[in-house]
């Protein structure tokens, strides 16, 4: 059952005043005024619209079923873990071309990516399509073309570990990396997963979220500016999809 409570709650944690949440639903095409929305808050609506609540769930960043009491979200969580992970399985069901708005579908490429091991990948060649709930991509992300690949090592632990999924955005042609963060490279140990940092010396510091794989200085290794035409920055890490 939908649980208004939860729902002022979720606004409250997001810093998303009442009026704002109106504002946002409108520039979405749908109208709910400050008093409908004090009676979702106050829980005097008991069976709001879905594709109210789903606009809401993306607006807050959350999944939808954070909206209802804990006994319907959890009967709702087991529905949308078996339709997301084996939406294969259920196609068949579903009007022509459509997946669900929480799927989103990716391709899965051949190979892996090094994370203390040595990465392989050849011709970037899609092996299969794999059904991925957005609220595991990154919200910029969401609607741009992903690839996923396998995770070879553990030196991104916890992060992802051995068997794990990335997904990643592969930059075009022009694009380049901003800012630092976790990307798929090209090095001399073949494909990897790993943290970048932009140094302000045009330097660029390669970091393990696993710690044994530090060096004393607290990092991987620092690539000078001269040195950096061996490195060759893949794609963004967006998301990923953990084995267990």
Known sequence: MFDGQKLSKILKLKKITSSQLSTELENR??????????????????????????????ICDVSIIEFFSDGEAQKKKIVKDELSQ??????????SGTLPSFVKT??????????????VNSDIEVIDNIYVDIHTIEKAYRNKELQAIRISGDSMKPYVNDG???LFCKFKDGETASGDGKYIIATSQGEQIKNLKFMLNGNIRIISENPSYHT????????????QEYLKIIGKVVGRILKG
């Open 106 to 119: 990716v391709s899965l490429i051949n190979g892996y990516a090094g994370a203390g091991n040595f990465g």
């Open 164 to 166: 794990d999924i990335a």
């Open 29 to 58: 095409g749908i109208t709910l005024n400050l008093e409908t929305i004090k009676k979702y808050r106050n829980g005097f609506i008991k069976n709001p619209k879905y594709d109210v609540l789903e606009e809401i769930a993306d």
């Open 216 to 227: 004393k200085d607290g990092y991987d290794e620092e690539i000078n500016k001269e040195s």
């Open 86 to 95: 084996n939406i294969d399985k259920y196609q068949s069901l579903l009007p």
